[in-house]
């Protein structure tokens, strides 16, 4: 898909960060866009962007976690806007601690939208887009954590693995229909997820919020812009690419991973030790 003018791309998790600058470098290449999210305000300041841009759109609040929601809002954009050119299940939030101190309850919430509301997304949109013809393409958020084991984010690391398997499972079956698959694996962006993320430490030093506050300071000074992620996006719809990774970290731990897992071992064993101590 090389043109995307008059098309219609779908993007849950719009209401800021990535989500949002992937809705918005569509819609300045001419595409008609539908956004989600479960922050309403978040989205009216998005719906204004896009105005501005003299863009066509609609926005609806939904919770990805919540399968009723996510039929209706394909429903609501099959009526709206008659066709899905390009799906981008981008919704997800953040959970950081050892496994012994998550709750069943912090499981099933990063679950229910990292996980489920990709397969949501694919679910009611996937048999739509075949039934339309004339191709399209998904783009699946997974996360570079999901290209290596990372400290300290089991559970978030367990739902972008499922994401990053389910795409790339997903790209050979829907190859036989014209349509494109493909899993975006950000490292360190500079967003406000950390609003959202929980963090879980019984014998922390710091308090929740702070350990939240030194995170955000670190996506601050290290992370790229999440413009840049979306033009990775927007890229790698244009030549079919099956992972987008994004950023240099991303890169080095696939590498390292790949080439030594017994090496990788060794740097997560050091890494868990250093991120307790400093947490």
Known sequence: MKEFSGKVVVVTGAA????????????????????????????RA??????????????????????????????????????????????????????????????????????WGVIHGCHFFYPRMIEQGGGGHIVNT???????????????????????????????EAALHGIGVTALCPGIISTNIMKTTGIRARTSRWSEDESRGKLKWLMEK?????????????R????????VRV????????????VSRHLNDSILKFSYWFIKRWF
């Not at 290290?222 to 927007?234: D, N, T």
Request: net charge negative; proline share 2%; glycine share 14%.
């Open 222 to 234: 290290r992370g790229l812009l999440p413009s840049k992620v979306a033009e990775k996006v927007v």
């Open 236 to 243: 790698g719809v244009e030549r079919n690419k099956g992972v």
């Open 247 to 258: 950023g240099p970290e991303t890169y080095l731990i696939d590498i390292v991973h790949r």
């Open 16 to 43: 800021s960060g990535i989500g949002r600058e992937i809705a918005l470098a569509f819609a300045r290449r001419g595409a008609r866009l539908v956004i989600g999210d479960i922050n309403g305000d978040g989205l």
């Open 142 to 172: 997974s996360s570079g954590a999901a290209l290596a084991p990372i400290p300290m984010l089991t559970a978030y690391t367990c739902t972008k693995c499922g994401v990053l398997g389910l795409s790339e499972d997903l790209r050979g």
């Open 46 to 115: 998005v719906g204004e962007e896009l105005e501005a841009l003299g863009t066509e759109f609609f926005a609806e609040v939904v919770d990805v976690s919540q399968a009723w929601q996510m039929e209706e809002f394909c429903e609501t954009t099959y009526k709206r806007m008659g066709r899905v050119d390009v799906l981008c299940n981008n919704a997800g939030i953040g959970l950081g601690g050892a496994f012994e101190d998550l709750t069943l309850d912090d499981l099933k919430l990063v679950m229910g939208v990292n996980l």
